[in-house]
C-alpha cells in the first residue's frame, strides 16, 4: 500500500480494501458552494502535490456568467490559484462506477498567501480569530432539503416526489415515521453513502413540507462540519438521482409550503480548560452567550446577504411558515431567529435559525461565527429574551436580496472579520445576479399586469 494510502483516514482506507483506486476527484467549494475542480488517476494524484484552477472561478454567479471581480490593477486576467490536498477530508465517492476518491483542496495564491475570497479560507479566517482569543467554536449544522419530481422544464411548478407507495410525498406530516418510511430507498442510500464516506448522521426526520426531510449531524469543528455539508449536498443529490427524483437545497422550491433551513448550532469552549463557556448556572446565560447573541442581533441583518445569497431565499422568511422573520431570542421557541435549544449544562448552545439551505457551508458558518465574534469583541448587550409567538413581532431583517446586499457592502466591521477582499468578490458577484434576475419576466407579472395596468 502506497504511503499516502496509509495517512488517510479510516473510512477511506476502509472503502478501499480490496479495491484497485482508478481516480481521485481534487474539489474546491466556489462562492455558491459547487464543486470545482480536476478528476486525475490515481497514479497520477499520488505523485502531485498540487494542482492549479483559474482563480476566476470565483467571480463566476449561478448561471454561469461572470462578476466584474477581478482586481483593478491586473484586470481579469484569469490567474493560476494553486489548490493542495488537505489529506484529512479524504473520502469515497461511493456513487460512482469506478473505485474513486474525493479529496477537498485549498486555494493559495502563487506567493503561498490564502486566497481570500476562497470560501474555506474565509471560514478558516474566523476560526483563528476566536483561537487568538482563547475560543474554541463548536457548531452543529441541520440540513433541511426537498425531495422532488424530476424537472427538468423551468417553466413547470416543482412537485413532490412520488412515494414507495404510489402517492406523491404528503405535506404537513412532520415527525411522521410513515412519511419518512416512503423515502425508505433513497434515506437507504443516504445512510450507505454517509457510511462509506465516515459521515455519522444524529439522526433524518420528516420536516412540514411534502418530501421535506431533515438530517442532523453531530457537532464538531466549524470547518470540519462544513466540510461535511459541502459532501453531504452532493452525496444526497447522488442517492435521490438513483431513485428517479431529485434533491433540491433551494431555500423555497415549492410555493405554499415551508423552506429549507441550515440551522446552526453554536456553543464556544475555553481552549484551555475545555469548559463550555455558555453553561452558566442554574440554566442562566453566561455573559458570552449573552454577548454572542447581541452579536447575532446586531450583526446580522449586515450578514442576511450570505446566509440567504439568493433571491429565491427571500421567499422564506414568511409569517407562520417555519421561518423566523426577526431577531428576537428565546429559551425553547421555535418562532424566533436566535433560541437557546433545551439541553443540559454542558450541551448549552446557541441555534441560529436564520441560514438558509442554500447557503455556501462554508459561509453561512462564518457569518454566523463573525456575528457572535463581532457581538463577544464588542460585548453587545442582547435584547430581553422574547416571550410568546414571535410571528405576531415586526419583521427586522432584509426582505429582498438587493436590500440585504446594501447592508452588507456597508458593514465594515463584519467585512473585517471576513476578510475585506472577500467581502468585494462577494458582493460584486451576488450583484451580477441580482441584476441578471431582474431582467426576468415572471409568470405573475405576465398574468396580472399584461391587460390590467
Not at 165 to 185: C, I, L
Not at 268 to 289: R, S, V, Y
Request: aromatic fraction near 10%.
Amino acid at each position: 500500500m502506497s504511503d499516502w494510502i496509509k495517512s488517510l483516514p479510516d473510512a477511506a482506507r476502509d472503502f478501499l480494501h480490496n479495491r484497485r483506486l482508478d481516480e481521485v476527484e481534487c474539489v474546491v467549494a466556489d462562492l455558491p458552494g459547487i464543486a470545482r475542480g480536476k478528476a486525475v488517476p490515481a497514479s497520477k494524484f499520488a505523485r502531485q502535490t498540487s494542482f492549479h484552477l483559474p482563480d476566476s472561478i470565483f467571480y463566476q454567479t449561478i448561471t454561469g456568467g461572470w462578476g466584474e471581480a477581478a482586481s483593478e490593477e491586473e484586470g481579469f486576467i484569469e490567474k493560476d490559484m494553486i489548490l493542495r490536498p488537505d489529506m484529512s477530508t479524504t473520502s469515497a465517492a461511493p456513487w460512482t462506477g469506478d473505485c474513486t476518491l474525493q479529496v477537498i483542496h485549498d486555494a493559495f495564491d502563487r506567493y503561498g498567501d490564502p486566497v481570500p475570497f476562497a470560501p474555506r479560507n474565509v471560514l478558516k479566517r474566523v476560526v483563528e480569530l476566536y483561537h487568538a482569543q482563547g475560543w474554541e467554536p463548536v457548531v452543529a449544522p441541520e440540513m433541511e432539503f426537498f425531495l422532488v419530481a424530476r424537472n427538468i422544464d423551468p417553466g413547470q411548478d416543482i412537485k413532490p416526489m412520488m412515494g414507495r407507495s404510489g402517492r406523491p410525498a404528503a405535506a404537513r406530516q412532520a415527525y411522521s415515521m410513515t412519511a419518512v418510511d416512503e423515502f425508505g430507498p433513497v434515506i437507504d442510500d443516504i445512510y450507505d453513502f454517509a457510511e462509506a464516506q465516515g459521515f455519522e448522521i444524529d439522526g433524518i426526520t420528516q420536516e412540514g413540507g411534502a418530501g421535506q426531510l431533515e438530517i442532523n449531524l453531530r457537532h464538531g469543528d466549524p470547518v470540519k462540519l462544513a466540510d461535511e455539508v459541502f459532501y453531504f449536498k452532493r452525496l444526497i443529490r447522488e442517492a435521490a438521482l438513483r431513485h428517479d427524483c431529485f434533491a433540491t437545497f433551494m431555500a423555497k422550491p415549492i410555493a405554499q409550503e415551508p423552506g429549507s433551513a441550515m440551522h446552526i448550532h453554536h456553543s464556544l469552549l475555553d481552549t484551555a480548560t475545555g469548559k463550555n463557556l455558555f453553561a452558566g448556572p442554574e440554566d442562566q446565560e453566561t455573559a458570552e452567550c449573552k454577548h454572542f447573541i447581541g452579536g447575532l442581533q446586531h450583526h446580522m441583518p449586515a450578514a442576511i446577504a450570505v446566509l440567504a445569497p439568493y433571491v429565491n431565499s427571500y421567499r422564506r422568511y414568511v409569517k407562520d411558515h417555519a421561518a423566523p422573520i426577526n431577531l428576537e431570542w428565546a429559551r425553547d421557541n421555535r418562532t424566533t431567529g436566535i433560541r437557546i435549544p433545551l439541553s443540559d449544562e454542558i450541551s448549552r448552545r446557541v441555534e441560529n435559525r436564520m441560514a438558509g439551505m442554500d447557503c455556501n457551508p462554508y459561509l453561512g458558518i462564518a457569518a454566523s461565527l463573525a456575528c457572535g465574534y463581532l457581538g463577544l469583541m464588542e460585548k453587545r448587550i442582547p435584547s430581553s429574551p422574547f416571550e410568546g409567538d414571535a410571528y405576531d413581532g415586526d419583521a427586522d431583517i432584509p426582505q429582498v436580496l438587493g436590500q440585504a446586499l446594501e447592508l452588507f457592502d456597508a458593514a465594515t466591521s463584519l467585512h473585517d472579520v471576513l476578510g475585506p477582499e472577500f467581502a468585494r468578490v462577494y458582493s460584486i458577484v451576488k450583484r451580477a445576479e441580482y441584476e441578471e434576475f431582474l431582467q426576468v419576466i415572471s409568470p405573475w407579472e405576465r398574468e396580472h399586469l399584461l391587460l390590467n395596468v
